[in-house]
């Protein structure tokens, strides 16, 4: 199965023209709208939209019966303003997708122009463009959503593009390739009272000031050994921005992190518990939120070995990667599937993930594509 120049050039069109109209995690209803006119055209056996919010899925089926092989790309960009002089740079106020997803979702694209000429031999191909990978929540939204019950995969398979690798070199992970994570919002509550007259109030102030260092205290371990341990405080807020009131509410909030799930229920014990020590011993109340909840990220054996055997018979250049400290919502897929994913360099000096100047490479179109639809037929024919 292969590309012709006429498929790159329409996709790369394609991947700036999303790159222009960025959305935020959960608000992505344009983008779904663009991804489904562009799947229309590839006349899909199946197009679900709606999954898990804005989500959607091509299905390509094969005449004979075989496995269920999922692909992902996500379609939220991110409340970044893009700085920029690229012609197609965010259209959008604030908001730029800063983290290549508009490549992938082209990538994906790919699939569909090539499955649209020939259908897998056996089973069937879902290609999923999934919502809300940046907060956590779309992955598992997905799999919560029963129109997704029909198309649960055998196998998942991601990538994602990565900065700080050369432009094309994949990296390729078994076991832990992302860490699990968890935001932490504490609420302490006291009691008001005049600035003259502290004493008759509560104030969260002491029991936030032993947090922060208690908190990042906590940090151990490191990635390779499997025990990396981080308890970051991002955001801390006491009582109102005045001076004739003494505080009596205060948050404080903590980005949890650790390799593996199990080691994450153990933290956020730990953490809910220090907190509680914390507010008893100054007389306050205490109240615990989660957000942006992602889950660990571990490659399947014998899904990473297909890939890296996809990316030998293309020969494209590979190595042994390491794991990542951040965090990737992929990896709730394979809680339903044997899944993997893997990392496509964008070029050493890239600009990071998450940077105001972020611009996927369109390079990777091909190069993403070839390794998965060279995945599709090793599984499908
Ligand atoms: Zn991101
Ligand atoms: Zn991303």
Sequence with gaps: MTLTASDLADLTLWRRHLHAMPEVSGEEHETAAEVVRFLETTEPDVIVTGLGGTGVAAVFSG??????????????????????????????????????????????????????????????????????????????????????????????FALHNMPGIALGRSWIKDGPANCASSGLMIRLTGKTAHASMPETGISPAPAIATLIPAFAALAKGTLDDGDLTLATVTHVTIGEAAFGIAPGDGEIWVTLRTVSDDQMAA??????????????????????????????????????????????????????????????????????SKSAMFFLGSGENHPALHNPDY???????????????????????
């Design 63 to 156: 005449h004979a019966p075989g496995p269920t092989v999922m692909f992902r790309a996500e379609l939220d960009g991110l409340p970044i303003a893009e700085i920029s002089d690229l012609p197609y740079r965010s259209q959008i106020a604030g908001k730029g997708h800063m983290c290549g997803h508009d490549g992938h979702m082209a990538t994906l694209g790919a699939l569909a122009l090539a499955f649209r000429r020939r259908r897998p031999a056996r089973g069937r191909v879902v290609l999923l463009f999934q919502p809300a990978e940046e907060n956590g929540a779309g992955a598992a939204a997905v799999l919560a959503d029963a129109k997704f019950k029909p198309l649960t995969p055998d196998f998942s």
């Design 267 to 336: 933290l956020k014990e730990k953490a809910e518990r220090m907190a509680r020590e914390a507010a008893e011993a100054h007389g306050l109340g205490v109240t615990f939120r989660y957000h942006d909840e992602f889950g660990h990220c571990r490659n399947d054996a014998e899904a990473a070995a297909m890939i890296r055997r996809a990316i030998a018979a293309e020969e494209l250049p590979f190595e042994d990667g390491k794991a990542f400290r951040a965090s990737e919502d992929f990896g709730r897929f394979g809680t339903v």
């Design 359 to 381: 611009d996927f490479p369109d390079a990777l179109i091909e190069i993403g594509a070839r390794i998965f639809l060279r995945i599709a037929e090793d599984l499908l024919g």
